[in-house]
Nanobody, 122 residues
Framework: EVQLVESGGGLVQAGGSLRLSCAAF????????IGWFRQAPGEDREGVSC????????YYADSAKGRFTISSDNAKNTVYLQMNSLKPEDTAVYYC???????????????WGQGTQVTVSS
């Protein structure tokens, strides 16, 4: 069974840091991007960051650039999102996903994690 299992969300004050983890089971998703989308109440889903399993290329939304860093430990089949300088507007449920089509209108999703809540207090 293919699964993405997330951990690492929580409550933090503005300016603080959190690290999200996404462990993949049942597949190495070699032909996919692995990353996070987030959704706040009443808002559209937003792509945050992703990494290519094939060549390690990384991609970030403008809102994440300079504050978030995505990385991959291929031996553990796990992707990490280090989030620094968090802001209240980063508050959302963060979903790990394996997908293709970052930056296009042709997103295709192969698997989703269960989601983890990130809350940043002001």
């Amino acid at each position: 069974e293919v699964q993405l299992v997330e951990s690492g969300g929580g409550l933090v004050q503005a300016g603080g840091s959190l690290r999200l983890s996404c462990a993949a089971f049942g597949s190495t998703f070699d032909d996919y991007l692995i990353g996070w989308f987030r959704q706040a109440p009443g808002e559209d889903r937003e792509g945050v960051s992703c990494i290519s399993r094939r060549d390690g290329s990384t991609y970030y939304a403008d809102s994440a650039k300079g504050r978030f860093t995505i990385s991959s430990d291929n031996a553990k089949n796990t992707v990490y999102l280090q989030m620094n300088s968090l802001k209240p507007e980063d508050t959302a449920v963060y979903y790990c996903t394996a997908f293709t089509g970052w930056g296009t209108n042709h997103l295709s999703f192969a698997a989703w994690g269960q989601g983890t809540q990130v809350t940043v207090s002001s």
